[in-house]
T-cell receptor, first 111, second 112 residues
């Protein structure tokens, strides 16, 4: 079983739609969680950290469910510029700083 | 401005050659990492270093080597022992346990 699993998509949605991605992780000791965005042939960039209480940044909302070991990302009022691959990222739960990346979910927002 | 610089952006390697990818950061981050990304796949950890003069193998270290002689620099050598080196290589750094990564813009390595 992969440590971090995501639906690869693609999710093809119209502008203005609301779309949600889920991600599951296998290590119950994981402490930190992130969503990264990666544009085609570019490096990943931090979109937002995911906190236990949930957090919102403009049109983006992240949720963490420790009991079920999953993380979600909700994007409201999708824009064409949201088209990208969204990577779910967790820490392994040890003392290292390394991050474990999911394979990503591809989002395509159409006019 | 602070950031991570990877060079070169594109690199072509002949069969049997060793090549070295450069990664330099001026963020004063302690930890640095090398990842490999293949088309349509996630990032896989090659090596990481949490302090100067110390580094650990990641999940796919075979055929690669690193050094960490300075805090700012973490070069990656792709040796001839790496059988399938064509990939996108990403260097990253982080200040600590709760910080997200900052990535360099990557090096695309192709075997010719």
């Amino acid at each position: 079983r992969k440590e971090v699993e995501q639906d690869p998509g693609p999710f093809n949605v119209p502008e203005g739609a609301t779309v949600a991605f889920n991600c599951t992780y296998s290590n119950s000791a994981s402490q930190s969680f992130f969503w990264y965005r990666q544009d085609c042939r570019k490096e990943p960039k931090l979109l937002m950290s995911v906190y236990s209480s949930g957090n919102e940044d403009g049109r983006f909302t992240a949720q963490l469910n420790r009991a079920s070991q999953y993380i979600s990302l909700l994007i409201r009022d999708s824009k064409l510029s949201d088209s990208a691959t969204y990577l779910c990222v967790v820490t392994p739960g040890d003392s290292s700083y390394k991050l474990i990346f999911g394979s990503g979910t591809r989002l395509l927002v159409r006019p | 401005d602070g950031g991570i610089t990877q060079s070169p952006k594109y690199l072509f390697r002949k069969e049997g050659q060793n090549v070295t990818l450069s990664c330099e950061q001026n963020l004063n981050h302690d930890a640095m990492y090398w990842y490999r990304q293949d088309p349509g796949q996630g990032l896989r950890l090659i090596y990481y270093s949490q302090i100067v003069n110390d580094f650990q193998k990641g999940d796919i270290a075979e055929g690669y080597s690193v050094s960490r002689e300075k805090k700012e620099s973490f070069p990656l050598t792709v040796t001839s022992a790496q059988k399938n080196p064509t990939a996108f290589y990403l260097c990253a750094s982080t200040p600590g346990l709760t910080g997200g990564y900052t990535f360099g813009s990557g090096t695309r390595l192709t075997v010719v």
